[in-house]
């Protein structure tokens, strides 16, 4: 069983800023990559930003060069520092892992924490 935590998210005005971080608990033998992807009520959920075990990042082109997606391996957590923020960036943002939980399993599976609301006001 694998729990990932989301916290940081809450109300801000634009222009400022928020960090959010995850961590993934539990029986996990190794993590591909874990990303940050987030919902606004009525669209779909898209990809903010995903970073590999080798520390590869890709960012969505509306939040390139304002969030930086950061991962601490050996703690199995991950980060996303948001600046000059905009109300478009008002969602849940979903923390999401790609990981094995046995060494034997073939191939790598997805988990999901609840999400964890951002707000930013005009």
């Known amino acids: 069983q694998v729990l990932l935590v989301e916290s940081g998210g809450g109300l801000v005005q634009a222009g400022g800023s928020l960090r959010l971080s995850c961590t993934a608990s539990?029986?996990?033998?190794?993590?591909?990559?874990m990303a940050w992807y987030r919902q606004a009520p009525g669209k779909q959920r898209e990809l903010v930003a995903v970073i590999t075990s080798d520390g590869t990042t890709t960012y969505a082109d509306s939040v390139e060069g304002r969030f930086t997606i950061s991962r601490d391996n050996a703690k199995n957590v991950v980060s996303l520092q948001m600046n000059s923020l905009k109300p478009e960036d008002t969602a849940v943002y979903y923390c999401?892992?790609?990981?094995?939980?046995?060494?034997?399993?073939?191939?790598?599976?997805?988990?999901w924490g609840t999400g964890t609301p951002v707000t930013v006001s005009s």
């Open positions: 999401n892992a790609n990981l094995k939980l046995k060494w034997w399993m073939t191939s790598f599976m997805d988990f």
């Open positions: 539990g029986t996990i033998f190794s993590i591909n990559a």
